[in-house]
């Protein structure tokens, strides 16, 4: 918990949900290393008659080289980790420089209980994009998870008191450093002056303080560089004259902080949070789908069978009904468009670190 602390810069209420396995589902992936083999992927009969018998079997590519992320170090690097060795891969993992402990401590625990040279570490720096590049020389498999410009479809039946404090807190949890918060507030028209009254107390709510004070929901961006992104998002807002609703002068915080930052319907590809009516669901399904991007959207509505119905008409990897943006391991994770190749998580997940193989064996 505490490298978590220390190298996310995240608060100790959420440092030590992320690194208690009976506090948080998300590192459920590490409960497959105890379960038996045929809880990976199981061979599959794909077609049978009289003749014939078609069966799906998986394989171990080999070695496994995950990249991950600063944002949420260790779920995602046991995640990884975890679906790797059910299928029988070794593994050599790069952990982010920016947060690189958790990581390495996990890494001796896990080692001491593994067989040697099955889970390495690699220290050194490289870009994904080079990555990419240099497997394609050798046909080598690439999975990648890309970030998207994710968003909240709020519809007019919903309880605004209660929906609206939930869309605020997938926007700005972890400082809204994580690839599937909520960047594009979609209200419906009959609804939106009163959801934007009461999204907006909820964002004039939140505590930015230091990450060990518990009641605060944003600790700091975790490292400067990222600081930079955010504060050059925040200053072409101001150059394009974008009405802001709230934040903007980052001037005003010390350290590595920034306050909220909340926009008046600016143009939905810009990379804030910003608040914009809808009056169709066609019109704000092309909203939604008009980007380069496909990661993640949550859906608002009274009606469950509504809310399905405009989910399976997204283009977006994964949709959240009723709920903020709560990635479960049970569930396959991918990305649509530019947000990513490939996926994770979940059994399809597994399919990521393995061979398929299909016998044809006639009777």
């Known amino acids: 918990m505490f490298y978590n602390i220390i190298n996310s810069e995240r608060r100790v209420r959420d440092a030590a949900t992320v690194t208690n396995p009976r506090t948080n589902e998300a590192l459920w992936e590490l409960k497959r290393l105890t379960c038996p083999a045929s809880q990976s992927l199981p061979d599959k009969v794909e077609y049978e008659n009289d003749d014939l018998k078609i069966m799906s079997t998986h394989h171990p590519i080999g070695v496994v080289a995950p990249i991950c992320p600063w944002n949420f170090p260790l779920v995602l690097a046991t995640g990884k980790i975890a679906a790797a060795l059910v299928m029988g891969n ?4 790069k952990p982010s420089p920016f947060t690189p402990c958790a990581t390495l401590e996990f890494a001796e625990l896990a080692t001491s209980a593994l067989p040697r040279g099955v889970l390495q570490f690699h220290r050194i720096y490289c870009d994904w994009k080079k990555v990419a590049e240099s497997a394609t020389k050798t046909l080598k498999r690439v999975t990648l998870e890309l970030g998207g410009n994710d968003v909240s479809i709020v519809c007019s039946n919903v309880d605004v008191k209660i929906v609206a404090p939930k869309v605020a807190a997938g926007s700005f949890f972890h400082s809204g450093q994580m690839c599937v918060a909520t960047k594009r507030v979609y209200v ?39 600081y930079k992104v955010v504060k050059y998002l925040i200053s072409d807002c101001k150059e394009n004259n974008y009405t802001l609703l709230c934040g903007g ?26 608040l914009t009516k ?23 509505s009274g009606d469950i069978g509504t809310a399905e119905r405009i989910a399976r008409k997204l283009e977006v990897g994964t949709v959240w009904v009723s709920s903020a943006e709560v990635p479960n391991p049970n569930g396959y994770m991918s990305g649509w468009k530019q947000s990513g190749i490939g996926g994770e998580w979940g059994n399809q997940g597994l399919l990521s670190y393995s061979l398929t193989q299909t016998i044809q064996l006639y009777k």
Not at 90 to 93: F, L, M, P, Q
Not at 249 to 270: K, M
Not at 282 to 294: H, M, Q, W
Request: net charge negative; aromatic share 8%; proline share 5%.
């Open 90 to 93: 070794c593994i050599i993992v």
């Open 188 to 226: 419906h028209e009959a609804v939106f002056q009163e959801f934007r009254d009461a999204f907006m107390e909820a964002v004039k709510n939140i505590k930015v303080d230091l990450s060990g004070d518990e009641s605060s929901l944003l600790s700091p961006i975790q490292n400067n560089l990222q």
């Open 278 to 300: 809808w009056y169709t669901k066609d019109e704000v399904i092309s909203k939604v789908n008009g980007t380069a991007t496909g990661l993640g959207a949550c859906m608002w």
């Open 249 to 274: 002068n980052t001037d005003e915080q010390p350290g590595l902080f920034i306050a909220p930052v909340v926009g008046d319907r600016p143009p939905h590809d810009s990379r804030i949070v910003q």
